[in-house]
């Protein structure tokens, strides 16, 4: 049918450019932060690609259920816009009509909104913590990048040092910064190099010169040297515990229903369902007047979206801490959503056209009779 193929056609088109222009931003944003964690020294240089494609391919749902709802409103605002909702619905079209092409063009989405969260969400945050685990277990000496400061695992020293060509264990004009216990301590040494001794490794450093510094008492002690040597901590730290509920497959999930589990767990069926609800919400949402050419009723849908997303957050918190059942947060929650998007659909159908029909009565010049 022309409707259908008509409207399929402009909503594919509508998504795709969407699409493009929230994973440009969305990435570009993403690419800038894992930049700051390498400089400051929390993830790998060599990880941030890898990273950035994890992390965009988990949140790439959430940017499908974004893009294909913006699709709908501005399609659907179009149409007002131009006349051809009036034409439709002269022609006999109810706006109920539109929610089979709506869905004829969204169900594939859909489907890989729900593989993405219940499968791949999991697994790129499995590989995401490996990732940044194996370099947080990395020793303090192994951290160290010739030409860059870089901070320990603990966060109390800082290293610099300018790397050999000849050697890569030795290093010359090496800076380091320590405090502990209220006591600060700045190391400079014309060289420095690592020396391994049994199990363990030792930094020796040469012709150099150590400043501490006394936080509480404000004692001063400088000292210089010709070879100094100090134990390195090259302790790798113990993996946590256990594996976080959002790294934790769906199957897992179900099977060790725990409250942080089934939070995850409503987090999860939550960004699926309300993908379906707001396509209905959407189209709800569209109507505007051909009259006034402005995009509110897009901004007041957008508003909509983070607000549900952001219930979709707050129910995984009330799950997670036992105040609500699972059920209670799908039922209560996304499916009040979905009586309210058809309350709307009914109202924008028949409750409007009713309030048209009441105006129109009330406008219209009452009969005068004239006595001759």
Known sequence: ??????????????????????????????????????AVGR?????????????????LSTMLALSLFIAVVATLSRMYRG????????????????????????????????????????????RSAILKDQFERRSDLSRVAPGQFQTSGDGERTFFFEGSASDPATGRNVFIVASRGGVEAVTSAKSGSIQSEGDGRFLVLSKGQRNEQNAASGEKTLSRFETYRAEASDRV??????????????????????????????????????????LVLGIGMSAS?????????????????????????????????????????????????????????WWRENGMRRVAVARRRRRRPTATTHVA
């Open 43 to 59: 993830i790998s240089p060599q990880d941030v690609m890898l990273l950035l494609a994890y992390i965009g391919l988990g949140h």
């Open 289 to 345: 007047n051909p009259r006034h050419a402005s995009n509110w009723n897009l901004l007041f849908a957008l508003l909509g979206f983070f607000a549900y997303y952001n219930f979709i957050n707050l129910s995984q918190a009330w799950v997670g801490t036992g105040r609500v059942g699972l059920g209670v947060a799908l039922v209560a929650g996304h499916g009040g959503a979905f009586v309210f998007a058809l309350a709307l659909l």
């Open 1 to 38: 049918m022309l409707f259908d193929s008509t409207l399929r056609r402009e909503l594919a088109k509508n998504f795709g450019g969407t699409l493009v222009v929230i994973l440009t931003i969305v990435l570009t944003i993403m690419f800038i932060r894992n930049l700051g964690q390498a």
């Open 237 to 278: 730290r113990n993996a946590a515990a256990g594996v976080a509920p959002r790294a934790l497959p769906t199957a897992e999930l179900l099977r060790n229903p725990t409250a942080p589990n089934q939070g995850e767990l409503a987090w999860r069926l939550g960004l699926v369902l309300a993908a379906a609800n707001m």
């Open 83 to 126: 006349s051809e909702m009036t034409i439709w619905f002269a022609s006999g079209v109810p706006l109920s009509r539109f929610v089979r092409p709506v869905l004829g063009m969204s169900w594939p989405v859909l489907a890989l909104i729900a593989v993405l969260s219940l499968f791949v969400w999991p697994w790129q945050n499995e």
